[in-house]
C-alpha cells in the first residue's frame, strides 16, 4: 500500500523477499538474505504492524525502481527473481493438519406411538362445559 509517498507492507510480505525475519518485542524486525541482516522499524502505528519496502529491499541487495504512472514497485534481486504478490486467502505451502476424526454419536431412537386398538375409551377428566347461549330458567 502507499502511505505518505512510500510503499509500506506487513512483515508476511517482507517474508517473502527475505530468507529469515525476526520479529522484536519493541515491533521492530530484522530481515536477512543471505549474509545481510537489516533492521527496519515500523511505519506509523498499525496493527499488524507495515514496514516501508524500498529501503528494506535495498539494504537486502535489490535493485528498487518505482513507476509513478502504473504506482508500482520493482524490486530485482541478482540472484536471480522472486514472485512478490500478495497472501492469497489460503497458502497451499502452509503446513496442513491431517483431519480427525470426531465421534458424533447416534440419535437415540424415537419413542414408538401408541397403537389404539378397539374401541375408544372415554374421557375420564370433567371438562367444563359454558353454553353459547342464554338460557332461561323454567316457570313454577
Request: glycine share 6%.
Amino acid at each position: 500500500m502507499l502511505r505518505g509517498g512510500r510503499v509500506v507492507a506487513p512483515a508476511d510480505l517482507i517474508a517473502r523477499i527475505s530468507d529469515r525475519i525476526d520479529a522484536n518485542a519493541d515491533r521492530t524486525i530484522v530481515a536477512r538474505r543471505g549474509e545481510r541482516a537489516c533492521a527496519a522499524m515500523p511505519a506509523g502505528s498499525d496493527d499488524p504492524p507495515v514496514f516501508a519496502v524500498a529501503p528494506l529491499a535495498r539494504c537486502l541487495g535489490a535493485h528498487v525502481s518505482w513507476d509513478a504512472s502504473g504506482k508500482t514497485l520493482q524490486l530485482a534481486f541478482d540472484d536471480g527473481p522472486r514472485v512478490v504478490r500478495t497472501l492469497p486467502p489460503f497458502d497451499p505451502l502452509a503446513p496442513q493438519a491431517p483431519p480427525t476424526t470426531i465421534f458424533t454419536p447416534e440419535p437415540a431412537p424415537a419413542t414408538p406411538r401408541a397403537i389404539a386398538t378397539g374401541s375408544p375409551q372415554p374421557r375420564r377428566t370433567a371438562i367444563p362445559v359454558t353454553p353459547s347461549w342464554p338460557l332461561t330458567s323454567p316457570s313454577p
